[in-house]
């Protein structure tokens, strides 16, 4: 059998599959109920946060959790949102769907988030930013405790989606402290519920609000449920409406990989981050071709992240992964504003030069999970030595 290395290989052991159909044979109900509580129940104690709930997507969890705060804190169209030019897609695509304005600030090259010097840009020229829509990309813990200081009355909010137990620089999880953190729990992420994804909150009313806000808005599924009905007398308790709403729910299928996933979820993130340690060591080999990526304590490893020194060594280095059969991809979006939908947008910097460009002409990453080992580093070894 040749080699190849794709991004992700099937997180779904056979006890998974055997819990699975237990379930499925046991039970005489699929949408969301007992099961999914018990996983949000388990997550919150896994993070370390008071509330969790379980959602059909990270990117839904992303908009709920926009949409909720926006109600709660009575944003108003036109607050001004700020978010990095190197994120996913559905970070950004609720600030706009929802009406707000997206400031977008470049990024630093040693954990992927905001440049510093452009939030103090920023933080000049707009004083009124409402809200920080951090992205703790590929594993890096952003620096919040930082953004707060310099944007002290902003609300923040953390999208931990593809970073599963990063950590806050108290040895505490990202989202156990967090207004609202979302969680992503696709095929390629920590852990995989086939599609799915979590908010996690300390803030009783938002979690309260998101609750009815992921069932079409019903008054049922509130926790005060019993204050509406009195509240409405005149309207069905079982149709009573009170804010607008979707569909945003999972199911128990769903939530049972998720309980069984969770249970390995830790050494999944020590093997993740001991590769990670791995390739840092072989890049510092090659620091002529690479700028070397940082690695730090508070880190949960996404994805084994090249930074090529010069446009046309990452262009030959595509061909090579394309000609061995290594799946890569983009440092996530590269520079989002370049991206079709986005082009009436701009990056706020008063820099000659951006860091999200470098990333987007020069950057690639390669699939870092519990299934890659030294045979993968050896074959990157042999292609830098090629270079």
């Known amino acids: 059998m040749g080699f190849s290395w794709p991004l992700m290989k099937d997180n779904t052991t056979l006890l998974d599959r055997l819990r699975l159909a237990k379930f499925v044979l046991t039970t005489d109900r699929f949408t969301n109920g007992q099961k999914v509580r018990q996983f949000e129940n388990a997550w919150s104690e896994w993070v370390g946060s008071k509330h969790s709930l379980y959602v059909s997507s990270g990117s839904t969890a992303n908009y709920l959790l926009l949409a909720a705060v926006k109600e709660l804190y009575n944003l108003k169209d036109g ?6 030019a190197c994120t996913w897609i559905t970070n950004v695509a609720p600030v706009i769907q ?7 600030c470049d990024i630093n090259i040693d954990n992927f988030s905001f440049c510093e ?4 840009h920023i933080a000049e020229k707009y004083p009124d930013i409402k809200l920080i829509f951090v992205t703790h990309l590929i594993g890096y813990s952003a620096n919040n405790e930082r953004y707060k200081n ?3 009355n902003a609300l923040i909010l ?3 989606c593809e970073s599963h137990g990063c950590k806050n620089p108290d040895g505490t999880k990202r989202g156990s402290d967090s207004l609202g953190a979302t969680f992503s729990f696709y095929f390629g992420h920590h852990i995989s519920t086939v599609e ?3 908010i996690s909150t300390n803030n009783y009313e938002l979690y309260d609000l998101m609750r009815i806000k992921r069932s079409h808005g019903l008054a049922r599924e509130s926790t005060k449920s019993s204050e509406y009905y009195e509240k409405y007398p005149d309207i069905s308790n ?13 199911h128990e299928m769903c939530a049972v990989l998720g309980l069984s996933q969770l249970k390995r979820l830790e050494n999944i993130i020590e093997v993740r981050n001991k590769n990670f340690n791995k390739f840092i060591e072989l890049v510092e080999e090659f620091s002529n071709l690479f700028y070397v990526p940082k690695q730090y304590p508070t880190t949960s490893n996404f ?18 992964f394309d000609d061995k059969k290594i799946e890569h991809r983009p440092i996530i979006s590269g520079n989002l504003l370049k991206q079709p939908c986005l082009q009436d947008y701009e990056v706020m910097s008063n820099k000659k030069e951006l860091t999200v460009d470098l990333v987007h002409d020069n950057g690639i990453y390669l699939g870092n999970n519990q299934f890659v080992g030294n045979r993968e580093l050896k074959e990157l070894r042999k292609i830098f030595k090629e270079l």
């Open 79 to 84: 607050d001004k949102v700020l978010v990095p």
């Open 98 to 104: 929802l009406g707000f304005t997206p400031i977008f």
């Open 117 to 120: 010097k452009d939030l103090l």
């Open 150 to 152: 310099i944007f002290p």
């Open 158 to 160: 953390d999208d931990v």
């Open 196 to 198: 799915g994804g979590m």
């Open 238 to 250: 079982h149709f009573l409406f009170v804010t607008d709403g979707y569909n945003f729910r999972n």
């Open 303 to 320: 994805c084994f992240p090249l930074i090529c020194r010069r446009k046309s060594i990452a262009s030959k280095l595509r061909k090579i």
